[in-house]
């Protein structure tokens, strides 16, 4: 357990203890290379698909339609890239979110320099995808949509389904990023006719370094890194056998464990958004009201800037983030907060909680026990809180 | 180097900062630096007798090296001549601070030059005034209003009837919606006031500096739900078909940045 307030799950997630232990012999003893024909060969074989099945099964998902990468990052950009290289043919536009994370964008960016266009279909002020925009934004040489499930960053959840169905049936793919939905909310490609979906071994107590992206049966794609050959062809690099064996058993544990711990995240998040509006004036909720993640509560506090916020928290021994441009690399605010319509200086205000495994209703005390004050001396440093604010 | 690895001292000013507050009076001069919309915005405010700096203030809304490098300048400087403290830099506040994360030594490291305002704007007879900000825009009149028509704005014909809109008659059409309204005087200001009934994402932008006198039509709305930017104008409306976002200038800081909104109002 963290020593700490540790309330940034979104930013990393221990390993469970439990996934740790399923791995162990796969560093040591059991260390054969799947495409070896000998007996340590068949047995990684074995585990192997055995894994893909395990994961496959928590999204309702056959077993030849997973294949593994070494995470997120990869998986994005081998469903988009790997996607529109291989369907080049029938079309040359993509529809992504405004809200999607940065680096969504960056593939996008890239493509575009490949000569493909790319529109943005632009969210609401919860930072919630409009269908009726989204159905105005297809062409007819549209030929992927993709849209993450849900946003890591403000926690709203996207309407999938209703996506789904404006697509359904017009020859065009959907991809979603599920890295911040997995394991918090229900996703089951049968119900929802996803094309490609993002997966991330750690967003579910898995290890770090290794994802998955679902394809769906005839949907067909392009590798982009040439190797030996491995997973259909579509991922070559020799598997790595301890996170992939991780990653399905973290899959199980989640499959089995997710009903009781949603409801227990969200007990927490409901009493710190309570908590937080109610006691500090002038604080905002960015995200959805409901359609949100259960684990993610996301504040915007006035006339306060979020590293200072966030550097204030840390003195107090509680770790959480804020999309703050002076935090980040590039000095630009979240851009999933101003696609969202905030001025920038609101922006630079927020701050991000999301809870998980270790969090405790302790841990919302605590929060609430310092973050009024921290609030109240950052405001009367700064010119930007005036007196009439006050009253 | 991690944009927030600062040392101990650095820390300790964030934590304490020295000489946080205003002063008033005829001896008073202030400098300005800064905007919210870059993150860092800081206030300087001198008393000066017989050409020394004998008391210093400063508030500052920004990151952690912000509050920390205001706090150094007013500690620095505080005793000094006026030559003197012209002479004090960026790199001596950084340097009495044992160093900043290099990607903070622009962006938020602007104490010293809030400070060097201050000085000019008391050289230059401006005691006790509100200060000017460091770029100023010159298409503007005394009263604050535009002196020549508003240029126009890309998109705005295009997208006429589609998001934006010449004059409001049935209010209903804003609700929920985001919807920015263009400084043309109290009328417009009377239509944000308004439509904040029916939404709760209301931005006015003026190209005007913040009223300072209750009898500006923008006054009341400082005490409403309306967003203000002042010092910023529009130059752009955008979108496919109908309007998903506006460019902004702004006018302090000479750059052009995005606003995601679904409504424009540009009274005639």
Excluded at chain 1, 51 to 67: C, L, M, T, Y
Excluded at chain 1, 359 to 388: A, Q
Excluded at chain 2, 161 to 176: C, N, S, T
Aim: glycine content about 8%; overall charge negative; some cysteine.
């Amino acid at each position: 357990m963290p020593a700490q307030v540790y309330l940034d799950y979104q930013s990393s997630k221990p390993v469970d203890p439990r996934v740790v232990d399923a791995m162990r012999p796969w560093f040591t003893e059991r260390f054969g290379n799947p495409s070896s024909l000998h007996l340590d060969g068949d047995e990684a074989t074995d585990a192997l698909e055995r894994s893909r099945e395990k994961v496959a099964q928590f999204i309702g998902a056959n077993k030849d339609d997973i294949i593994f990468t070494s995470g997120a990052t990869e998986s994005n950009n081998l469903a988009i890239i790997g996607y529109v290289t291989r369907n080049r043919k029938r079309g040359d536009h993509i529809v992504i979110a405004e809200s999607e994370h940065i680096s969504v964008h960056n593939i996008a960016k890239a493509i575009e320099k490949q000569g493909f266009k790319v529109s943005k279909v632009g969210v609401d002020q919860y930072g919630r995808v409009s269908v009726e925009k989204l159905r105005k934004k297809i062409i007819d040489t549209t030929i992927l949509v993709s849209i993450g499930w849900a946003s890591s960053e403000i926690g709203t959840v996207q309407p999938m389904q209703e996506i789904a169905d404006v697509l359904h049936g017009r020859g065009i793919a959907l991809h979603s990023d599920a890295v911040a939905a997995e394991g918090l909310v229900p996703i089951d490609v049968r119900k929802v006719p996803i094309d490609l979906l993002t997966l991330s071994a750690n967003d579910i107590y898995g290890p770090k370094g290794l994802g998955a992206l679902y394809i769906r049966r005839n949907v067909n794609i392009a590798p982009i890194m040439p190797g030996g050959g491995q997973e259909r062809g579509l991922r070559s690099g020799t598997e790595d056998m301890p996170a992939i064996v991780g990653m399905a058993a973290a899959a199980d544990i989640m499959a089995s464990e997710m009903p009781a711990e949603v409801l227990r995240l969200a007990h927490c998040r409901d009493r710190l958004i309570e908590g937080v509006l109610g006691r500090i004036p002038k604080s905002h909720l960015n995200g959805h009201p409901r359609e949100r993640l259960p684990n993610n509560a996301h504040f915007r506090f006035d006339a306060i800037e979020g590293e200072s916020l966030l550097l204030s928290l840390k003195d107090k021994g509680i770790a959480v983030s804020t999309g703050s441009a002076c935090s980040s690399k590039t000095l630009e605010p979240s851009h999933t907060l101003i696609s969202c319509g905030l001025l920038h200086e609101e922006a630079h205000g927020s701050l991000e909680f999301t809870f998980g495994m270790w969090s405790r209703p302790i841990d919302v005390d605590r929060v609430l026990e310092v973050l009024p004050g921290i609030v109240e001396r950052l405001r009367s440093l700064s010119p930007l809180y005036e007196k009439e604010v006050k009253a | 180097m991690k944009s927030t690895s600062y040392s101990e001292k650095t820390l300790d000013h964030f934590r304490n900062p020295r000489n946080v507050g205003i002063l008033e009076g005829p001896d008073v001069a202030v400098g300005k630096v800064g905007n919210p919309v870059c993150g860092d915005l800081m206030y300087i405010y001198i008393r000066v007798s017989d050409d020394r700096i004998v008391d210093i203030k400063f508030q500052t809304f920004g990151c952690g090296s912000a509050v920390a490098t205001s706090s150094m300048t007013t500690e620095l400087v505080k005793g000094m001549t006026l030559d003197e403290a012209m002479k004090v830099t960026r790199n001596d506040v950084a340097d009495a601070l044992e160093g900043l994360p290099p990607i903070k030594m622009h962006c938020s490291n602007l104490a010293a030059d809030a400070l060097h305002d201050a000085i000019k704007s008391l050289r230059e007879g401006r005691r006790g005034e509100t200060p000017e900000p460091l770029k100023v825009c010159e298409v503007r009149s005394s009263c604050g209003l535009p002196v020549t028509k508003p240029p126009a704005i890309e998109g705005a014909e295009v997208l006429l009837g589609k998001g934006v809109y010449r004059r409001v008659e049935e209010p209903k059409a804003f609700v929920d919606k985001r919807v920015l309204i263009v400084d043309r005087g109290k009328p417009s200001v009377d239509v944000a006031l308004d439509l904040t009934k029916h939404t709760g994402m209301v931005i006015f932008m003026s190209s005007t500096k913040e009223p300072s006198s209750k009898d500006d039509p923008r006054a009341p709305l400082k005490r409403s739900d309306v967003k203000v930017i002042y010092e910023a104008e529009l130059i752009a409306v955008l979108g496919e078909g109908e309007v998903e976002k506006v460019r902004v200038h702004d006018l302090n800081e000479n750059e052009d940045y995005e606003l995601f909104i679904d409504a424009v109002v540009i009274l005639e």
